[in-house]
């Protein structure tokens, strides 16, 4: 499954579910099918995913911390890369929903990208006005 569509669908589950800003390693779990172990690892290995921690050493993830979560498995999980090279990759691009974006559609290059998701909105909108 894309990026893009699980991050819509995890948006989703946080609105309905509550109206926090934070939500907890195990929350972040069940949210992104990624086991809490693993989400502690991953802290150690990127130096970007850096959730904030209460006075009890909690983690707090917020919704930028989920998106950066999202796009690592990703890469790791579906493209396939090394943990060095997802580094590279998220070092690389700075802004994690673009990032998200660019994996969605991987063959294209930027102007084409931003072409392709244009079309696509437009493509939704019709279909929601004829449906």
């Not at 970007?48 to 919704?63: D, I, M, Q, V, W």
Request: aromatic fraction near 6%; glycine fraction near 4%; proline fraction near 5%.
């Amino acid at each position: 499954m894309p990026p893009a569509p699980e991050l819509e669908k995890i948006r989703k589950k946080k609105r309905a579910k509550t109206g926090r800003l934070y939500w907890s390693i195990s929350d972040v779990a069940d949210l992104t099918g990624v086991k809490p172990h693993v989400l502690r690892y991953w802290e150690t290995e990127f130096p970007t995913l850096k959730p904030k921690k209460n006075s009890a050493g909690n983690r707090h993830y917020r919704e930028r911390d989920v998106e950066l979560v999202l796009a690592i498995k990703h890469l790791l999980y579906n493209d396939q890369f090394t943990i060095k090279g997802a580094r590279q990759r998220l070092n690389e691009t700075r802004k994690v929903r673009e990032l998200l974006n660019q994996l969605e559609i991987p063959f294209a290059t930027a102007d084409q990208r931003q072409a392709l998701l244009e079309i696509k909105r437009d493509l939704v909108q019709l279909r929601k006005d004829l449906g």
